[in-house]
């Protein structure tokens, strides 16, 4: 039987979404084993004031398999 956890994790990346995802997961797997994957619970950019986007936001629910 395999027990499994959800951890929060927030990324950003100054180009996108889906990078943001990327780089959190690339970085979850550094720290945490067996990541079998993710909820994107939250997305949201950060303005520069001049009408363009500063940073890309995401907000993750990561799920892993603790090891027995």
Not at 25 to 31: H, L, P, S, V, Y
Not at 36 to 57: F, L, P, S, T
Not at 60 to 66: A, E, G, I, Q
């Amino acid at each position: 039987m395999s027990v499994a956890r959800v951890t929060d994790i927030i990324a950003a990346s100054p180009n996108s979404f889906d990078e943001a995802v990327k780089l959190g997961i690339e970085r979850a797997n550094k720290t945490l084993k067996n990541v079998q994957g993710a909820w994107v619970q939250d997305m949201k950019v950060e303005c520069d004031g001049n009408g363009g986007i500063k940073e890309y936001r995401v907000a993750m629910k990561v799920t892993f398999v603790l090891a027995e």
